[in-house]
């Protein structure tokens, strides 16, 4: 089946601007990740949704930066007025129903997004 | 805090060779989940292996085994008899409470023919 799709798959954008990233999850699982990775910073945690429950939030590095997830399905990792430190792969997941932490995240490709 | 270190950052080896990635992690959780994933290089994440705090006991996987020491904080990987089809970046990552994923630096593996 399909896996998790992430759109676009490369973004290039000014300092400044605001740019949203787009997350397909595969149907029907409920558990939604984001992720950076970065060279300075490895690949840490941003978000996660979980049903209809509030959203961790934790891992967002400052509030230039939200998500949502709409109908439980898809998700859109927004990130105002990039700045150059804001360059870095995001990567999206997403886990089955009825899952826990011990188990498997299924991740997308990616977006590369790149500050000028 | 959680946290995963991985010390070697690349490994070089020649195919057929067994290569042993080393992860050391802190948490302060007594339940917790300790992960492997491969990075090739199209970039996307593979889960290889999995193992629960409560499970001490090391397993083979195809070419693929894992060696968890509770009292050592370690969860070391091997792959045995390494193919080029095997270099790749790899990721140990922990899982606790927070159901993130808590990643280590990743060592770069290059499998050479």
């Known amino acids: 089946g399909a896996g998790v799709s992430q759109s676009p798959s490369n973004k290039v954008t000014e300092k400044g601007k605001d740019v949203e990233l787009r997350c397909d999850p595969i149907s029907g699982h409920t558990a939604l990740y984001w992720y950076r990775q970065s060279l300075g910073q490895g690949l840490e945690f941003l978000i996660y949704f979980q049903g209809n429950s509030a959203p961790d939030k934790s891992g967002l590095p400052s509030d230039r930066f939200s998500a949502e997830r709409t109908g439980g399905s898809v998700s859109t990792l927004t990130i105002q007025r990039t700045q150059q430190e804001d360059s870095a792969v995001y990567l999206c997941a997403s886990r089955p129903p009825r899952t826990g932490p011990g188990d498997e995240q299924f991740f997308g490709p990616g977006t590369r997004l790149t500050v000028l | 805090a959680q946290k995963v270190t991985q010390a070697q950052t690349e490994i070089s080896v020649v195919e057929k060779e067994d290569v042993t990635l080393d992860c050391v992690y802190e948490t302060r959780d007594t339940t917790y989940y300790l992960f492997w994933y491969k990075q090739p290089p199209s970039g996307e994440l593979v889960f290889l292996i999995r193992?629960?705090?409560?499970?001490?006991q090391n397993e083979i996987s195809g070419r693929y085994s894992w060696n968890f020491q509770k009292s050592t904080s370690s969860f070391n990987f091997t792959i045995t008899a390494s193919q080029v089809v095997d270099s790749a970046v790899y990721f140990c990552a922990l899982s606790a409470r927070g159901n993130k994923l808590t990643f280590g630096g990743g060592t770069r593996v290059l499998v050479k023919p």
């Open positions: 193992r629960n705090s409560f499970d001490e």
